[in-house]
């Protein structure tokens, strides 16, 4: 069977000229509208260097916020979009036939010093997220959800530290860095339409190394820790374990438990 699809799992934090606003998010930041614009470019840019490489499908999911924020009529025709929000399953579609899943847009977790937009999931709602032990961001869950489908991490794009977080967990992979973090609300930028030339170049060696790349994943069944922000949210969370209890409560903010699999983290 040929494996010659690709999913490139697009957030909007990562992109180039992406930052937060003062007390704010990125949703409230006045280059919102550009930052979904430039978020549709770098994640055609990868496509691009997919189909030019020989994909036979890519698959854009829009996965920032609600789902809807890229420009669809400005991405290679060619791609296929997932879009919107309240998905039965994190990937649909997701099979043996994929040969890599890239990170587009994503950003460091949360309780990571200086890095623009850093968060897990909600920046109001958790402080940390560990798995095993050894706390964790979305590009890592999302990996490893992945790796449960036999595919692995091929490429990530985004700013400085948050490419220092890919490169620890998917030493494999690809990488480009479109800003270096400065804080939440500032960042230095490398101009868009190079940082789209650099995503173009580095896809393209993604998929020239795809023997050298490898599966994400967590020893099952998992040790989840949820360290909340609230006390209150901690305490009113609905996590389950693998035997349908409750998560334990350690101390007031942090719910802890053991899950099957990755994919029953939420
Ligand atoms: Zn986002």
């Not at 691009?48 to 854009?60: E, H």
């Not at 709602?125 to 991490?153: C, F, H, L, S």
Request: aromatic share 10%; proline share 4%.
């Amino acid at each position: 069977m040929a494996r010659d699809r690709y999913f490139i799992a697009v957030d909007c934090e990562g992109v180039a000229c992406a930052v937060g606003k003062p007390g704010g998010t990125l949703n409230d930041s006045a280059n919102y509208a550009f930052v979904q614009k430039q978020a549709t470019r770098e994640a055609d840019a990868a496509a691009r260097a997919l189909f030019d490489a020989g994909a036979s499908q890519v698959i854009v999911c829009d996965g920032h916020s609600s789902g809807i924020n890229l420009s669809y009529d400005l991405l290679d025709p060619r791609c296929d979009i997932m879009l919107g929000s309240g998905y039965p399953e994190r990937f649909p579609t997701m099979d043996e036939r994929v040969a890599g899943l890239l990170f587009i847009g994503f950003h460091s977790r949360e309780n990571t010093k200086t890095a623009t937009l850093a968060h897990s999931y909600s920046s109001e709602t958790y402080q940390w997220i560990k798995v095993n032990g050894v706390e964790v961001g979305e590009m890592e869950i999302d990996a490893a959800i992945a790796g449960r489908y036999g595919v692995p991490v091929i490429f990530a794009a985004s700013d400085d530290i948050t490419v220092s977080q890919a490169q620890a967990a998917f030493p494999w992979a690809q990488t480009v860095t479109t800003k270096r973090s400065l804080g939440w609300t500032s960042a230095l930028c490398k101009h868009p339409a190079r940082v789209c030339d650099e995503i173009y170049a580095g896809v393209t060696r993604a998929v020239a190394r795809l023997s050298d790349m490898q599966l994400f994943g967590f020893e099952e069944p998992l040790c989840a820790e949820f360290r909340y922000k609230r006390m209150d949210a901690a305490a009113a969370a609905l996590h389950v374990d693998m035997h349908g209890e409750p998560f334990a409560q350690p101390d007031p903010f942090t719910r802890a438990g053991t899950i099957a699999s990755i994919l029953r983290l939420f």
